[in-house]
């Protein structure tokens, strides 16, 4: 995950991170929302947080809208001010609510990976409907209406019908113009990982060729969904969900197999382990950072987000005034958004020493 948008995170702490299930199916999901409130507010007191932070959280949650369908939220606040505030589209496998030095987000990085930003293009010969899909389940709609007729070829012979035809195309081309137009605005706006393009067969592909690089890049065609009214989404919501899926999965085996390949060279552009990667991470020189399982691993880590090691010498070595043990699964996301790191959460492919591995920026 890129970590710019996580850069309000930098600031002092204490604390509260919160990541739950916000879900509203269900006829008593008002009543299990309180029931999760009230667990998150008494794990909270338990761990002694500042009661102004706990109740910014909370008012949060409870003035928000209720979500459609199956939804998850994840909040980190401190000194009464909430940092960030994210609902999901779907709920995070575990409960957490944790009030420490330093925040807790992995569970938004796993999401945010999970359900990336996208567009799905409906388009036909006269226009489109391009979605905007947020990672929070959020869709925003855009329907660009071009010239409708003519549009389409008629069947006959002679001069009046090939201008007729002529006609046709030169406005089913205009109108796929716009629409590409309107399509790689969005795309600049809203940085999607993938362009979705479904529709007419041939207004579809028209519409790839006519994309812009990068959008065309990431764009694919799919043979579902229609901009007929009442049109069956099913169909098409399943295609774009198997196919995020199988995007996500080739970018989880390609970033496995480029850290292998580092991993190989001689020039060790890939460490594992805390101490190799909290000495990368120091000196700035982390351009992704792999987390897997750490347990309650934890490291020293200084006033300043950079400064992280597994030994006291090293936070002295760095200038750190004080260091503090902290959790590993904090310290070094924190430390990886104030290096302009990307963040990865990694699954069985890999297996990190100690929970983590960095792709460097230079040996």
Known sequence: MDTHELRALLTDGPFVSVHFDESHDTEDAA???RLRLKEIE???EDQAADRPTVEAALRAIEESPPPVGRAGRTIVAAHGTILLDRRLAAPPPTQEARYSALPYFLPTVSHLEDAPAHLVVLVDRTGADIEVHRPDGSVETETVQGQEHPVHKVRGGGPAHRDIQSH??????????EVADHVAKAAERFG???IVLAGEVQARTELHDRLPEPA???ATEVDAGSRASGADRSELDRTVHELLTGQRLRELDDLAERFRAAATRDSALAVSGLSAVTAALAEANVATLLVGDSGEASVYAGSEPAQV??????LDALGAADPALRRADEALPYAAVAVGADVVV???RLDLADGFGALLRHP
Not at 168 to 177: D, F, I, M, S, Y
Not at 309 to 314: I, K, S, W
Request: no cysteine.
């Open 31 to 33: 009543k299990q929302l």
């Open 216 to 218: 065309r890049s990431i």
């Open 346 to 348: 990694m699954d069985e």
């Open 168 to 177: 046709a195309e030169q406005t089913a081309r205009r109108n796929l113009a």
């Open 309 to 314: 090691g597994v030994a006291r010498p090293r």
């Open 192 to 194: 999607p990982r993938a």
């Open 42 to 44: 008494a794990a909270l």
